[in-house]
């Protein structure tokens, strides 16, 4: 199995701030990597995927990168509505694995 | 609109099933594989099963594989997730979530369900 780690576990932001999540495969997925924002309560959105493509209607202050083994997705400017937890998956091999997410908390 | 709306939750006995549905509506389910993924209470997500489109093959997670059945019935444009011999660690909100692909992987989920909720308790 694919063993995605993601890092911070949490980190503290205001508006307007820039954050940055980091997520590494533990072996190499090309850039089939997809980052998703969860609301407690609601359905999951998909945000980027594959690696460095954002999906339709997320606001482009969402980025996506990296390839292989190590990603980043960045978040600049932070917005209101941005304060989630966002988690990593890769969806290069079965079973599919999530990294175990990064909760972005108002400062 | 597309939306999917998951139905089935509730309370059930260890070594007891249920059986969960998802419903589409605002699109035809037939041309996409589906996942279910699920969230235990304080844990992050964790994926439980993948049914292909036209349901010629279907993944497991470990935790499940054996007990659990994933299922489509296109004409109805609904999802099924038949749990068995279910156990405390399998209480958890599910969700059931359209991929972009007919075949994954890979394959992302860019639509989700809100979720139902299961509890396994005696």
């Known amino acids: 199995d694919i063993h995605m780690t993601q890092s911070p576990s949490s980190v503290s932001a205001s508006v307007g701030d820039s954050v940055t999540i980091t997520c590494r495969a533990s072996?190499?997925?090309?850039?089939?990597l997809a980052w998703y924002q969860h609301k407690p309560g609601r359905a999951p959105n998909l945000l980027v995927y594959p690696a460095s493509t954002l999906h339709s209607g997320v606001p482009s202050r969402f980025r996506g990168s990296g390839s292989g083994t190590d990603f980043t997705l960045t978040i600049a400017p932070v917005q209101p509505e941005d304060f989630a937890t966002y988690y990593c998956q890769q969806a290069y091999s079965f079973p599919l694995t999530f990294g175990q997410g990064t909760t972005v908390e108002v400062k | 609109e597309v939306q999917l709306l998951e139905s089935g939750g509730g309370l059930a006995q260890p070594g007891g099933s249920l059986r969960l549905s998802c419903v589409a509506s605002g699109f035809s389910i037939s041309a996409y594989a589906f996942n279910w993924v699920r969230q235990a209470p304080g844990k992050g997500l964790e994926w439980v099963s993948v049914?292909?489109?036209?349901?010629?093959?279907?993944n497991y997670a470990d935790s499940v594989n054996g007990r659990f059945i994933m299922s489509r019935d296109d004409s109805e444009n609904t999802l099924y997730l038949q749990m068995y011999s279910l156990k405390v660690e399998d209480t958890a909100v599910y969700y059931c979530?359209?991929?972009?692909?007919?075949?994954?992987?890979?394959?992302?989920?860019?639509?989700w369900g809100p979720g139902t909720r299961v509890t396994v308790s005696s």
């Open positions: 979530a359209k991929t972009n692909v007919f075949h994954p992987p890979p394959g992302a989920s860019d639509k």
């Open positions: 072996q190499g997925i090309s850039t089939w």
């Open positions: 049914i292909s489109g036209g349901g010629n093959s279907a």
